[in-house]
């Protein structure tokens, strides 16, 4: 089964509105953290937002918040006012790691393209 | 610098060459990983550097590639006899330990022919 799950396809939102990015993920682990990455057609990855599973409210940075449902095994990414800069993929990534954080590896999903209309 | 630097940025070879791809991380960041990202694909982990301890090399599709990381700074990974499917963009992220959040560097663009 696969660890990190975005099966929405292409994703359109109009600017200065809110759209949420869906991601699911797999694991046996107790304590593991959940990633948001944005990549823009330049190539970088570019950190967005971070959860960690013991944490008990939702991630937020700036327009960026997590709507983590633990029992649901989700970890959406949602964009308030959007800008035509967000245009771009983004990826859910998850690293499992025991108490001494011994496995800090990422494993990330395909990916969701979203583009911004003006 | 003030982040993660790679060379070269882009790389074309030609089928069964050896190449050699370097990693700079953020000085002070005492972890380092690799990952491939093919066309239109996530990132798939290859191998991570943690200080002295010996490196995770589970990710690494086949003993044609390997990795060093010299005096706990600069890294580089080799790949050897290279085939026309390990052409993909090769990224190297680094963090101040374990657990934390993963700077990424502009990335390796690498083409078989």
């Known amino acids: 089964a696969q660890k990190i799950t975005q099966t929405q396809p292409g994703m359109f939102v109009q600017e200065k509105e809110a759209v949420t990015l869906d991601c699911t993920y797999d694991?046996?682990?107790?304590?593991?953290?959940l990633f948001w990455y944005k990549q823009p057609s330049s190539g970088e990855m570019i950190f967005l937002i971070y959860?960690?599973?013991?944490?008990?409210q939702n991630a937020t940075e700036g327009r960026y918040s997590l709507n983590f449902q633990k029992a649901r095994k989700s970890a959406n990414l949602v964009i308030s006012a959007s800008q035509l800069g967000d245009s771009a993929m983004y990826f859910c990534?998850?690293?499992?790691?025991?108490?001494?954080?011994?496995?800090?590896?990422?494993?990330f999903g395909k990916g969701i393209t979203l583009s911004v209309r003006p | 610098g003030a982040g993660v630097s790679q060379s070269p940025s882009n790389k074309v070879t030609e089928k069964g060459k050896d190449v050699e791809l370097r990693c700079d991380p953020i000085?002070?960041?005492?972890?380092l990983y690799w990952y491939r990202q093919s066309l239109g694909q996530g990132l798939e982990f290859l191998i991570y550097f943690q200080g002295n301890s010996a490196p995770d090399k589970s990710g690494l599709p086949s003993d044609r590639f390997s990795a060093e990381r010299t005096g706990g700074s600069v890294s580089t990974l080799t790949i050897q006899r290279t085939q026309q499917e390990d052409s993909a963009v090769y990224l190297c992220?680094?963090?101040?330990?374990?657990?934390?959040?993963?700077?990424f560097g502009p990335g390796t663009r690498l083409t078989v022919l």
């Open positions: 694991t046996s682990d107790q304590s593991y953290g």
């Open positions: 992220a680094s963090s101040v330990g374990l657990g934390n959040e993963q700077f």
């Open positions: 959860q960690g599973s013991y944490d008990e």
């Open positions: 990534a998850m690293r499992e790691s025991s108490l001494t954080g011994a496995n800090s590896k990422l494993t």
């Open positions: 000085s002070g960041h005492t972890a």
